[in-house]
């Protein structure tokens, strides 16, 4: 239950932040400077920021894949949600590295991207340790 939760969570929530992503860039909305990261518009921040779009696409789809099937009691489910729980700490991991590299500890940054690390961790232990339904 807190898994699944947890993966629908961040599964939309990617998805939204993406969308909100592709509408500013897009010129569609303007979202205040001060909920931005540092340096938000600078290009080589621009394109490091749009380097993660294919991982968190990839671990929103297959997250919400993992869910379907489990919803539906397929077997693929594991797969899918090891898929998507490993994608999701990756992302975290990769951006807390940039931000360490760039010295820069912003807490609206640093907590949702140690979320991202953290929170699939046991469930992700879990799954590879039990042995299929």
Not at 17 to 22: D, F, I, S
Not at 32 to 60: I, T
Not at 85 to 111: E, N, Q
Request: contains cysteine; aromatic residues 16%.
């Amino acid at each position: 239950m807190v898994r699944r939760a947890l993966m629908l969570v961040t599964d939309l929530g990617m998805l939204a932040y993406w969308a909100v992503a592709g509408l500013m860039a897009a010129s569609v909305i303007d979202v205040p400077g001060e909920w931005l990261f540092r340096n938000y518009h600078e290009p080589h921040v621009v394109a490091w920021n749009w380097s993660f779009f294919p991982l968190d696409l990839l671990l929103s789809l297959s997250g919400l894949q993992a869910l379907r099937a489990e919803r539906r009691g397929q077997a693929s489910w594991r797969i899918w949600a090891a898929v998507s729980l490993t994608l999701t700490m990756c992302a975290g991991l990769m951006a807390l590295s940039y931000w360490t590299l760039m010295r820069d500890f912003d807490p609206a940054w640093w907590a949702p991207n140690l979320y991202l690390l953290i929170w699939p961790a046991p469930f992700l232990w879990r799954l590879l340790r039990t042995p299929r339904d």
